[in-house]
């Protein structure tokens, strides 16, 4: 069969399989992770669908890969001919090619693979990426030469070498030697088997050395164990955050999972890089179009609306200076934090408490010119959500766009004594996050973290934003009003929520509950 025909082939398979289970194309494309119009292009065959994109439609419609691939489950139970070139692929991407040997036997006990490796120079220069899964596997090198680390060890295999280990040991593996490495795998998944997916992203994952964005400002020495042994800037005086991570992996992956959103009521968003680099860059022409500029001060009173992220990242690129603040202030504290910070505009959640506090302060605060809710009709305040929708996605970065040493955030100190101090961060803090989200909740780009914080509070700032973006990952987002317990936990199995952190008092409510009812596997 030509590719195309049998590229056209699987499109209509999973387009007969979305109408089966009810599916619109815009449920398809949220559990798919991308947009709708690219859902009709991979559901209409005009464009040539990844691997990942296969795993979360078998998902989505609880078939095996194989269903998908073939139209048929894996049915053979004598033996398996698999011809030269005719493999199953099952993951084309990141200069690696995966086909599965044996995709129609049934009840295997082991997964063999012919995999390529494609030479990088790049991957020479970085820590190998290490990964683990249960059970074992047997690697022979048919065409040149992969160097492959086991734990602390290191060996190079050429043609005809073989490599068999304890896969739960952390492994990975990149070619040397300046051309491409193809090698057989073979895995046995041990007594909790895994399914072909799974096996393939293994593989995917080992391979996948951190090659990130902020690279170009981050250089970090490590153990072969992946254990932080040093760590320097550069460029630093150049960094913008907004412009140098956000935008930059919108650029290279724009379809990659940024944030999942959870409302008070459940209601679920999703965005992707590029999603929050449209969203920001609206924001910004937004208040610009209001008169927010360089050096402003703005004040953010936005709980965990999603809008915080949209806005935060605006005022990085205006250059004005962000006041995070908590929705349980009063109208004293309003007061003085508009007096001493010279605040001039705020953008609230929009909840009657919080503008009435914001107004009743406001009359006392000359400087405050511009009052933002996120969806109000209150005389005297603009309507967030329905006024930035109206401006350019675009917004340049224009030579002495802010950075460096400018200042880029203020935060009102806890005050222990007399009233809350200010303490100023220029646009260089956020790169000491990095270690934050990396070494510390160990955020990772295929990941999902989680931080219970509001984002009136520094803690939402490395653990919801910074340090997590830089490290490629999503990050997930729960605006509740109280904190229950019961309806948190079974979110980690539900998102597949794979890093966490929360306050020493909410981790004790959570396990006050009878963990044994909730699945919490998926947290590294």
């Given at each position: 069969?030509?590719?195309?025909?049998?590229?056209i082939?699987?499109?209509?398979r999973?387009?007969?399989?979305?109408?089966?289970?009810?599916?619109?194309?815009?449920?398809?494309?949220?559990?798919?992770e991308?947009?709708?119009?690219k859902?009709?292009?991979?559901?209409t065959g005009t464009?040539?669908?990844?691997?990942?994109?296969?795993?979360?439609?078998a998902?989505?419609?609880?078939l095996?890969i194989?269903?998908?691939?073939?139209?048929?489950?894996a049915?053979l139970?004598s033996?398996n001919?698999?011809?030269?070139g005719?493999?199953?692929q099952?993951?084309?991407?990141?200069g690696?090619?995966i086909?599965?040997?044996?995709?129609?036997?049934?009840?295997?006990?082991?997964e063999?693979?012919?995999?390529?490796?494609?030479?990088?120079?790049?991957q020479?220069?970085?820590p190998i990426?290490?990964?683990?899964?249960?059970g074992?596997?047997f690697?022979l090198?048919?065409?040149g030469?992969?160097?492959?680390?086991?734990?602390?060890?290191?060996v190079?295999?050429n043609?005809?070498?073989?490599?068999?280990?304890?896969s739960?040991?952390?492994?990975?593996?990149?070619?040397i030697?300046g051309?491409?490495?193809?090698?057989c795998?073979?895995?046995?998944?041990?007594?909790?088997?895994?399914?072909?997916?799974?096996l393939?992203?293994?593989?995917?994952h080992?391979?996948?050395s951190?090659?990130?964005?902020?690279?170009?400002?981050?250089?970090?020495?490590?153990?072969?164990?992946g254990v932080?042994?040093?760590?320097?800037?550069?460029n630093?005086?150049?960094?913008?955050?907004?412009f140098?991570?956000?935008?930059?992996?919108?650029r290279k992956?724009?379809?990659?999972?940024a944030?999942?959103h959870?409302d008070?009521?459940m209601?679920e968003?999703?965005?992707?890089?590029?999603d929050?680099?449209?969203?920001?860059?609206?924001?910004?022409n937004?208040?610009k179009?209001?008169?927010i500029?360089?050096?402003d001060?703005?004040?953010?009173?936005?709980k965990r609306?999603?809008?915080f992220?949209f806005?935060?990242?605006?005022?990085?690129?205006?250059?004005?200076v962000?006041i995070?603040a908590t929705?349980?202030?009063?109208?004293?504290?309003?007061?003085?934090?508009?007096?001493?910070?010279e605040v001039?505009?705020?953008v609230?959640a929009?909840?009657?408490?919080?503008?009435?506090?914001?107004?009743?302060?406001?009359?006392?605060?000359?400087?405050?010119?511009?009052?933002?809710?996120?969806d109000?009709?209150?005389?005297?305040?603009?309507?967030?959500?329905?006024?930035?929708?109206?401006?350019?996605?675009k917004?340049?970065?224009e030579?002495?766009?802010?950075?460096?040493n400018?200042?880029?955030?203020?935060?009102?100190?806890?005050?222990?004594?007399g009233?809350?101090?200010?303490?100023?961060h220029?646009?260089?803090?956020?790169?000491?996050?990095?270690v934050?989200?990396?070494?510390?909740?160990?955020?990772?780009?295929?990941?999902?973290?989680?931080?219970?914080?509001?984002?009136?509070?520094?803690?939402?700032?490395w653990?919801k934003?910074?340090?997590?973006?830089?490290?490629?990952?999503g990050?997930?987002?729960?605006?509740?009003d109280?904190?229950h317990a019961d309806?948190?936990?079974?979110?980690?199995?539900?998102?597949?929520?794979?890093?966490f952190?929360?306050?020493?008092?909410?981790?004790?409510m959570?396990?006050?509950e009878?963990?044994?009812k909730?699945?919490?596997?998926?947290?590294?």
């Amino acid at each position: 069969m030509e590719p195309n025909a049998k590229l056209i082939e699987i499109a209509e398979r999973i387009k007969e399989m979305r109408e089966i289970m009810g599916f619109s194309v815009q449920d398809m494309a949220e559990k798919t992770e991308v947009t709708a119009q690219k859902y009709l292009q991979y559901e209409t065959g005009t464009l040539d669908f990844p691997f990942t994109f296969i795993h979360k439609c078998a998902l989505a419609f609880h078939l095996e890969i194989n269903d998908i691939l073939e139209g048929v489950s894996a049915n053979l139970s004598s033996y398996n001919v698999t011809r030269k070139g005719e493999g199953h692929q099952t993951a084309k991407e990141d200069g690696i090619s995966i086909s599965n040997l044996a995709p129609l036997f049934k009840h295997k006990i082991a997964e063999p693979y012919y995999v390529t490796y494609d030479y990088s120079e790049e991957q020479q220069h970085l820590p190998i990426h290490l990964t683990t899964h249960k059970g074992q596997e047997f690697d022979l090198i048919l065409e040149g030469s992969l160097k492959v680390q086991i734990g602390e060890h290191t060996v190079i295999l050429n043609e005809g070498d073989s490599i068999y280990y304890n896969s739960s040991t952390p492994h990975g593996m990149i070619a040397i030697g300046g051309k491409k490495c193809v090698f057989c795998a073979i895995i046995l998944a041990g007594e909790d088997k895994h399914d072909e997916s799974e096996l393939t992203n293994t593989i995917l994952h080992a391979r996948q050395s951190e090659n990130l964005v902020i690279n170009d400002f981050v250089k970090v020495k490590e153990t072969e164990m992946g254990v932080l042994e040093d760590i320097s800037f550069k460029n630093e005086d150049s960094f913008n955050f907004a412009f140098d991570v956000v935008d930059k992996i919108a650029r290279k992956y724009p379809e990659k999972l940024a944030m999942v959103h959870l409302d008070n009521d459940m209601n679920e968003r999703r965005f992707t890089f590029k999603d929050i680099k449209d969203a920001s860059s609206q924001t910004a022409n937004y208040f610009k179009s209001l008169g927010i500029g360089k050096g402003d001060k703005v004040m953010l009173v936005l709980k965990r609306n999603y809008q915080f992220w949209f806005s935060i990242l605006a005022l990085h690129k205006l250059g004005a200076v962000v006041i995070p603040a908590t929705n349980q202030l009063k109208e004293h504290d309003y007061t003085y934090r508009f007096e001493a910070a010279e605040v001039k505009a705020i953008v609230c959640a929009n909840e009657d408490y919080i503008l009435d506090q914001v107004d009743l302060a406001a009359k006392n605060a000359p400087n405050l010119k511009i009052k933002i809710a996120t969806d109000t009709d209150r005389k005297g305040w603009h309507n967030f959500n329905r006024e930035y929708s109206l401006f350019s996605r675009k917004f340049v970065r224009e030579e002495g766009a802010p950075c460096g040493n400018d200042d880029m955030l203020m935060f009102f100190t806890s005050g222990t004594t007399g009233y809350p101090k200010i303490a100023v961060h220029s646009y260089k803090y956020p790169l000491g996050h990095f270690v934050t989200a990396k070494y510390w909740h160990c955020a990772e780009r295929n990941g999902l973290h989680f931080t219970i914080s509001d984002t009136g509070w520094g803690k939402a700032l490395w653990g919801k934003l910074y340090g997590q973006w830089m490290c490629e990952g999503g990050v997930f987002v729960y605006d509740f009003d109280r904190f229950h317990a019961d309806k948190i936990l079974p979110l980690f199995a539900k998102y597949n929520i794979t890093t966490f952190c929360a306050p020493p008092t909410m981790y004790r409510m959570l396990i006050k509950e009878d963990l044994s009812k909730y699945d919490l596997s998926s947290i590294k």
